[in-house]
């Protein structure tokens, strides 16, 4: 399948949003609203390379030049793994029981899949323009609404560009056990995605969401948004699978928003792409809501990876946790920048962050940073802690002294670094395919 | 010392020198084990009885400045850690450290596998584990634990005796195995080690107590101090530290030093 004969190269302005908004022939509202973040996007200078913000990501590798807004995907659509470019077909995860396949292929979705079963509960899994068409209220009133194309210039383009995307919709009480997959895959070298998914779950649903995004090609860019509304006693899952190619630069805002007694469960494995910076919110707006933010990373070669989380309390007795586990080889660099916010009317709340970072090599970094801030006078428990630094070398010579080989007892004490991450990914399968790519990161 | 069995040694140690960050700390240790015996090594806190036990197994901040140590006859000065424990020593850590994230049967397994060479079928290592877990009267749950992590102090001592029953050295050094246990948790373990003795199993049990020699007879005992084997005599050298305390000993071989040690609190304990 060769890409590059349709790809239409659409110069970066206006026109381009306008073009792409009649295409998929969208309602007024919704051109209105692109347009608006295209002005955003327009007002928005490029980020200062010199700025507190941009100091562990390169700002200067960042251009808009030959930038192709939209590359279309085959208009016929995909109904195996066979049909997908080589490269990319691990994605469709072939075997895995799932309660619904989406699969976007550059900037369209081309296969999606709901059981019947979940579709007939109300369930709704598809992509973002047929959401619009068909779930037009939901959507208008949830679009955007947490993450703002006016937040920085690269979400002002998403805003006005988005393409694609993913809309799940979980009714009042309905479970769905099994994952939906959310695949985004990049096979056109240079191509600029903005990947797009909502997640609305009605009170006292639950839900699993896994997002995977891959690339077989030379680079690209990838602006992507998150969003999820976990209404009153609602439980997400929502797991990030980053395994963009070496030459891919890679931004992304994921926002959760939480009602009363709602849980959020983020799980971010970072592995892939050249420069990675990634901005997780939640908003613990119900009393009694909670959050767990789990995070695996493994940089090699030049890849950067640079993390702001915030884990806000604003109502009443409110829980979160972060652990953030990081190995970084090479001259790979991981940052992050982590703040629990507990506002005054967060009372009896807890919060605790832990960022556990592993250099394999004297050119590795790792900066974290815990930060909180609390406001409430009667917090029930805050905890905060990092590390930085080389394997253990008196767990190395431990397992020596039980005859393992320095080599063996480093790869085992790297496995179990990951494993209290990993072991929670919801998925068997995933799991092998996460750690066969660290794997081949440690050369084995 | 000489071999009495003329039958050659298990375990010897020859005129042994250490140091630590160029300081030294034994000046001359001389020791000969002969299979199937259990020596216990005594002496006062600093006297160099965590040193010898780390310098045998080649701790990397150890350096041998003089001196030889002979497993089966085989100099294992230039062997790697891991090298000597295939060859079959063993030291049961006085503080084990935790690994977490590195689950106990797995680690098991790897360990056994890197001691005999290959890997033990799955229903024989299973089998051979909860046996020795038995014994033990370790919860079998352990397994799925991660390293000595969040382990009591009796906990990670039994799981220490537990990597030497599935390791099988020719060798364990057993560096303080009884400190800190309650009573019962010391008889789980001398039990353990007692079932384990024998014409495959040498012993080389460092303890500051006489306390675990009630239920683990030594062969010969050894008393170190200030880097040296001041003294080496059979069971009833025990006894006697038991009656007397290591002032006695400090008194005959430094006597300039009993002042010092008896303000540091280290002189009367045993």
Known sequence: MTQTETTVRDALNRDAVTALSARYSEPDWLLQRRLEAWRAFEAAP????????????????????????????????????????????????????LAARLIQLDSGVVHRSLSDELSGKGVIVTDLHTAVREQEEIVRQRLHTAVMPDEWKYLGLHGALWSGGCFVYVPQGVEVELPVKYAVAMATPGAALFPHLLIVAEPNSSVTVIQEGVSTGSGGLVSGAVEVHAAQGAHVRFVDVQRWDSGVQNFSTMRALLDKDASFQGILLGLGGEMTKVRLDVRMN???????????????????????????????????????????????????????????TASQSAANQTSRNLLLSDKASAAPTPILEIAAYDVARCSHGATVGPVDEEQIFYMQTRGIAPDEAKELLIDGFFAEVLERVPSQRLQKRVRAVLDSKLGR | MTDGTGTQPIFVVEDLHVSVEDKPILKGVDLVVNQGEVHALMGPNGSGKSTLANA??????????????????????????????????????????????????????????????????????????????????IDPE??????????????????????????????AILDETDSGLDID?????????????????????????????????????????DGRIV????????????????????????????????????????
């Open chain 2, 185 to 225: 948790a010391l008889k789980t373990v001398a039990e353990g080690i007692n079932a384990l003795r024998g014409p495959e199993l040498s012993v080389l049990l460092i303890t500051h107590y006489q306390r675990i020699l009630n239920y683990v007879k030594p062969d010969i005992v050894h008393v170190l101090y």
């Open chain 2, 231 to 270: 003294k080496t005599g059979g069971p009833e050298l025990a006894g006697e530290l038991e009656k007397q305390g290591y002032d006695w000993i400090i008194k005959e071989f430094a006597p300039e030093a009993v002042g010092a040690l008896a303000a540091s609190g280290a002189g009367g304990e045993a």
């Open chain 1, 46 to 97: 490029m980020p200062d390379p010199l700025s507190e913000e941009w100091h562990h990501s390169d700002a200067t590798k960042l251009t808009l030049d030959g930038l192709a807004p939209y590359t279309p995907s085959p208009p016929d659509g995909v109904d195996s793994p066979q049909a997908l470019p080589s490269g990319l077909r691990p994605v469709w995860d072939e075997g895995e029981e």
């Open chain 2, 56 to 137: 045998i197994m080649g701790h990397p901040r150890y350096k041998v400045t003089q001196g030889r140590i002979l497993l089966r006859g085989q100099d294992v000065r230039k062997l790697t850690p891991d090298q000597r424990a295939r060859d079959g020593l063993f030291l049961a850590f006085q503080y084990p450290i935790s690994i977490p994230g590195v689950v106990m049967g797995n680690f098991l397994r790897s360990a056994m596998k890197a001691r005999r060479g290959e890997d033990l079928p799955v229903r024989e290592f299973r089998k051979l584990l909860d046996e020795t877990l038995d014994l033990l009267k």
């Open chain 2, 142 to 171: 352990f397994v799925r634990r991660y390293v000595n992590d969040g382990f009591s102090g009796g906990e990670k001592k039994r799981a220490e005796v537990l990597q030497m029953a599935l390791l099988k050295p020719d060798l």
């Open chain 1, 286 to 344: 119900g009393e009694g809501s909670n959050t767990e933010l789990l995070g695996l990373f493994f940089g090699d070669g030049d890849q950067t990876f640079d993390y702001y989380t915030r884990q806000d309390h604003i109502a009443p007795r409110t829980e979160s946790d972060l652990l953030f586990k990081a190995v970084m080889t090479d001259r790979a660099a991981m940052a992050w920048n982590g703040v629990v916010d507990v506002q005054k």
